[in-house]
């Protein structure tokens, strides 16, 4: 959400600039154009970060859940292991 706020504040700034600096005598439409053109490109980058963030984020926390996972099997090796040592090292 902060994401577009600032993509549309940016495409806002773009047209007051483009008007108070440029001279469309034949074309009042073309900074208005350029402005819509912007925002729909910050709009696209936006939509772009915000779905990386999330699926980055998505990926850390299936990694800790795997990497507990693991840690639980390694602990319940290691128990059978030595249950095993010293089952053979009692016959």
Known sequence: MNGMVMAM????????????????????????????MLLAE??????????????RMALEAEVKQRTLELTDANRELTRSREDLVNTLTEL
């Not at 034949?26 to 402005?35: D, H, K, Q």
């Not at 980058?45 to 699926?55: A, P």
């Open 9 to 36: 504040t940016s495409a806002v700034v773009w047209l007051v600039a483009d008007k108070m600096t440029s001279s469309t005598l034949g074309a009042p439409m073309v900074p208005y154009w350029n402005a819509v």
């Open 42 to 55: 910050f709009a696209v980058v936006v939509v772009l970060v915000t779905e990386r963030k999330t699926s």
